[in-house]
């Protein structure tokens, strides 16, 4: 008789991916301080990266492909966002174009 093991999504996973940890769109709207709902539109539109979908309806995404993503956002200073302003003042394209 053959014998069907029935495995979890996140154990498939992991058979795919190693010891990566997964997941689900609560955990990485807590993680993200974002709702569930903005998460899902972020994921359907493809935005974030690492998103699984093993079986059936339930979406995971890999937490290094998040913090990795999280990384490769860096917020503006404000010493740099002055410095743009200057070189973009300097460089002349702030001024009207003449028709």
């Known amino acids: 008789m053959n014998s069907i093991t029935h495995q979890s999504p996140i154990d498939m996973l992991k058979r795919i991916e190693g010891d990566d ?9 807590a993680l993200l301080r974002l709702s569930p709902s903005t998460i899902y ?3 359907m539109r ?12 339930k979406v995971y995404f890999s937490r290094a492909a998040i913090l990795e993503w999280i990384r490769s956002k860096p917020v503006t ?6 410095q743009r302003a200057v070189d973009y003042v300097t460089l002349g394209k702030g001024k009207p174009r003449r028709a």
């Open 21 to 29: 940890i997964y997941l689900t769109i609560p955990e990485v709207a």
């Open 41 to 43: 539109k972020l994921s």
């Open 46 to 57: 493809r935005l974030l990266p690492g998103a699984f979908k093993p079986a059936g309806k």
């Open 77 to 82: 200073s404000a010493e740099q966002i002055e």
